[in-house]
């Protein structure tokens, strides 16, 4: 299978247009965003693709039991149901791969990074009925099913191992070697759990300079969101430089000092510089 590459630019700019519009929706559906995440990074999904990956949602939540009974039910059934039945879930290989943070592909091929598996659980979950959301751990992404106070967790890259009291500790752990602290529990923003797909695709992008059209078009997505770091504006103005956009570059590097001048004006000057050496390029 070819690598996934975006699609032509009128498409783009139509996948974009629509991002924002979902992304700034009252409620903003999280599986109609990573879908269009992945048709902005594969010029292979169609409409039509976008439609079957939306019904493989509905058919698998399909196949749930009716209202099984309280969160550890409903946390058991899905293991079952995804993890068990559908063989669902993730290995060290998959973070080596860009449609492992694709929702379309992690629907193909039952393999992806924790947080798309767990927007599969979560989507699955929801459309069955049941009180699901994310959790956003520090390195890890894994999904919760009911109140603070009965909460149960489970890993989707492990297949939807359910997660004992000492686990999210030792995941917590081995990821930043600090201690689990209560707030991490919280459920997660669906457009923080975007923002955290878009932060991996821009990762795997970076470790790998000759496909710096991902970097740009997962840039670009992120500052759609009504939401996002600052710095973003700086990481376009280095991506459209490396892409030897030597102008466009500047000027996103020229408005990001602009921006950050009045907290740290040495900073902004140090973004200047590059602004002038980028344009200095096109001598």
Not at 11 to 30: G, K, M, Q, T, V
Not at 163 to 189: F, N, R
């Amino acid at each position: 299978m070819r690598p996934p590459y975006p699609p032509p630019p009128e498409r783009s700019a139509e996948l974009r247009r629509r991002f924002a519009e979902e992304a700034r929706s009252e409620r903003p559906d999280l599986s109609t965003l990573c879908l269009l995440v992945g048709a902005a990074a594969d010029g292979e999904l169609d409409e039509a693709g976008l439609d079957a990956a939306q019904m493989e949602l509905d058919r698998l939540a399909g196949r749930m039991p009716f209202r099984p009974g309280g969160p550890m039910a409903w946390a058991t059934a899905l293991h079952h149901l995804l993890g068990a039945q559908d063989g669902f879930r993730g290995s060290p290989a998959d973070y080596q791969r860009l449609e492992s943070s694709l929702l379309h592909e992690v629907l193909r091929r039952r393999r992806g990074l924790p947080i798309l598996l767990s927007v599969v659980w979560m989507e699955v979950a929801r459309r069955a009925g049941a009180p699901v959301y994310g959790v956003a751990l520090p390195g890890h992404f894994v999904v919760g099913f009911g109140p603070e106070e009965a909460q149960v967790l489970v890993d989707p890259f492990d297949g939807g191992r359910l997660l004992g009291a000492g686990d999210a500790e030792l995941l917590v752990a081995g990821a930043t070697g600090a201690a689990l602290d209560p707030s991490m529990l919280t459920p997660a923003d669906p457009l923080d759990v975007v923002l955290r797909i878009l932060n991996n695709i821009r990762a795997w992008a970076a470790a790998r300079p000759e496909r710096s059209d991902v970097s740009l078009w997962a840039v670009d997505l992120s500052l759609l969101l009504p939401s996002h770091p600052a710095r973003l504006r700086y990481e376009r103005g280095q991506v459209l430089v490396q892409r030897g956009d030597f102008v466009e570059g500047a000027v996103e590097l020229e408005a990001y000092a602009d921006a950050v001048a009045a907290v740290d004006e040495s900073a902004a000057e140090r973004v200047r510089g590059q602004a002038r050496a980028a344009r200095a390029l096109l001598n």
